[in-house]
């Protein structure tokens, strides 16, 4: 008898390259991939807990399925991921949904394989949330789906410890792969015909400062040493590491896309402080100056947040004058969301909703106008964008140039893992409507 998964994933690309890992563990056990929720055998939630509304949106999904699991008790429901990982959340769940059969952390996701061995063997729920960070090189046992992109961890955790931030209490403290294992990787999957790695790390600056081996920017270099056509991408820069070495090393290999994600929070000093993030609101404009005198076409998206504690009229002015000076391409716009046991979640002065919505749609705004300027610029311009799906609803494939722009455009054939050129013809908001230029036509 065939045995089906279906996974939920909430939350961060690292999030959807752990769900990766966990098909990669289901199958393993047997088990293939389901078309829903109704037929399968197993069900994973791989949750995120950063905002309350991804945690909100969890529990949810979970209790929707109490019907499904009455009618079919034999179906196994398994919920893991950063929301489990809180203190006291493991607890929480099982009393809101006993229906659940198996809960685990982030940190023993690898083992998830022999915690369905358990509880198929017995009668009693499977809770099991270590505190303990597990190992680190865990990579090998992903099943992709992103082709012709390949989501690669470099390190896991936080050590950072902003002040609103869930994270490095749920993902515990950095640990960076060994550099030797991930070029391994990165190679293989070029072999296999992946054409974009994109590398993952909460704070991908301070990769390897547990290690001896080597630095960020030096793994770059050793990664770019491949000399065929493939993309590299990396996130999350935090920008108090984001150095000089790195923005050459950007320069110097033409493999490394010209698109930046360098987070920036707020544009008040004050707001910073108070966010623990260690720089200022110049130091960051001057690390984007510095970007753009090395990598002059290089595009910078950021994630912007309103609302933080004590956050007045006049600091959220200086977010919007940074958000102009530093031209963000696009940005990722968030209302602060108060997470128990952070340093915020103590903090006086909690902004009341009405003037943090007030302020996010203000934000939104311009961030839109930006980005809408920035695609009229690209008016009858060639593109190269490499061709990652096809939208069977529009008849059209789909695909990013390498400042992340989406393209879309008619094709006989199938394109996608192509590099091919595109002209666009007009913009619809943030996308690019494009026509296949002639030399890319088989
Ligand atoms: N490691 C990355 C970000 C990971 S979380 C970095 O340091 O930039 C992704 C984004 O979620 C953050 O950049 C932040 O803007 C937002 N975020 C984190 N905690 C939040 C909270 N409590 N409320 C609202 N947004 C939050
Ligand atoms: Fe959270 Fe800050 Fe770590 Fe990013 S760097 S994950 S925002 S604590
Ligand atoms: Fe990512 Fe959410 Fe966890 S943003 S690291 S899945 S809390």
Redesign the pocket.
Known sequence: MEKYYWITTYG?QMNVHESEKIAGILRARGYKQGKSEEEADIVVFNTCC??ENAENHAYGNIGALKKLKKSRPSMLIAVGGCMTQQAGAAEKLRKKFPFVDIVFGTHNLPVLGELIDKKLAGKKAVVDVWEKEGEADTEDISYRTSYPNAWVNIMYG?N?F?S????PYVRGRERSRESGAIVKEVNALLDQGYKEITLLG??VNSYGNDREDCTFWQLLNKICERKEKFRLRFM?S?PKDFGEDLVRTIADNEQICHLVHL?V?AGSDRILKLMNRKYTAKEYLEKVEMLRKYVPDCQLTT???VGFPTETEEDFQATLSLVKEARFSTA?T??????SG?V?AGMDGQIPEEVQKDRIMRLVELVNAQTRELSAAYRGKTIEVLCEDYDAKRGLYLGRDEYGRMGYFKSETNKVGDFVKLKVSGTSGVSLDCELCEDTKE
């Open positions: 961060c950063i905002r936080c950072n902003c609103y931030c869930i994270v909460q704070n999350t935090n987070p929070q994630d912007i947040m990722f968030f209302v602060y969301s108060r997470r952070t915020a």
